[in-house]
């Protein structure tokens, strides 16, 4: 950028451009939602799977999300320190995602010691809510779809039978997480590049 | 022509950086740069003029070793560019 004698068009257009390039910068290198899209897909498909098998073991899958909290740390630590900037919305997204985890311990925890049957219309319905809030607040319009999608899905799962219900599960990580977390890898990577 | 508009912000660059840092809390000297494809000497002065008007903080600090410049706006830098925009909208006459 050279130095120019601004008119006063240039410098509205100027402001607006700079402002848009700031806001539509959601730049995340992708690995939470491709980890989390994945894990929560393998569980609810063993789960599903584990329907017909019967095999013990195999109800503890779901103990996997509670290991994966020591990578989502990992990643999350070295992300803040790999970032250029801090946005305004950066602590309320960060307290948006810490509600939903532990509104999900809460809800595990609830429905182990009530041994409740699994209220995946509930689970669906919860996950839409950060999802949907990070892309309507960030701009990225596959986590919107996504968050709607989990919405859909819990209206669906109350029209169908567990196991089969499981498989929304699955669907909706992928749709919520996994595949909006391959597109912002590819753009992390594709901006990484560009800066090499 | 613009005699009445803050002639620190009425600057191309000076002007960019700004409305970036109003839109972020903080940010690397790197982002500025490449948001703005500004070559780093004149980034480096630009960003010196905005810091002696008082309209943003710069820290420097280490990060793995490295150097890093911080750039924040401050108070009187957002009353500034809020005034430059009421501004330049009574210039060009733009009802709101």
């Not at chain 1, 609810?44 to 098998?53: C, D, E, P, W």
């Not at chain 1, 946005?87 to 509104?103: K, P, Q, T, V």
Request: charged content about 20%; overall charge positive; proline content about 4%.
């Amino acid at each position: 950028m050279r130095e120019k004698e601004l008119t006063g068009q240039e410098s509205l257009q100027l402001i607006t451009q700079m402002i848009s390039r700031a806001k539509n910068d959601y730049l995340e290198t992708g690995l939470s939602a491709l980890m989390w899209g994945g894990i929560i897909t393998f569980c609810a498909l063993v789960s599903f799977l584990n329907s017909y098998l019967k095999w013990d073991p195999l109800h503890f899958i779901w103990l996997l999300t509670f290991f994966a909290v020591i990578p989502q740390i990992v990643i999350a630590r070295r992300e803040r320190k790999e970032r250029k900037h801090r946005g305004h919305d950066d602590r309320l997204m960060s307290g948006i995602w810490l509600s939903f985890a532990a509104a999900m311990f809460l809800m595990s925890y609830i429905e182990i010691s009530n041994q409740w049957p699994a209220p995946i219309a509930v689970y669906l319905t919860i996950y839409g809510i950060p999802t949907f809030t990070t892309g309507y607040g960030k701009r990225f319009r596959p986590m919107v779809i996504g968050g709607i999608a989990c919405w859909a899905l819990a209206v669906l799962s109350t029209f169908t039978p567990y196991p089969w219900s499981m498989l929304y599960l699955a669907a909706a990580a992928q749709l919520a997480w996994f595949i909006p977390g391959l597109i912002l890898r590819k753009r992390y990577l594709k901006e990484r590049n560009k800066n090499v | 022509m613009f005699k009445d508009l803050d002639p620190i912000l009425h600057s191309q660059l000076r002007l960019a950086l700004v409305s970036l840092l109003i839109s972020v809390k903080e940010a690397e000297f790197t982002y500025l740069k490449e948001k703005t494809n500004a070559t780093a000497g004149n980034l480096s002065v630009q960003i010196n003029k905005l810091k002696e008007a008082g309209y943003i903080d710069v820290a420097k600090q280490f990060k793995d070793n490295y150097p890093q410049t911080i750039c924040k706006i401050t108070p009187q830098g957002v009353l500034a560019f809020e005034q430059y925009v009421k501004d330049l909208h009574s210039y060009l006459d733009i009802k709101k």
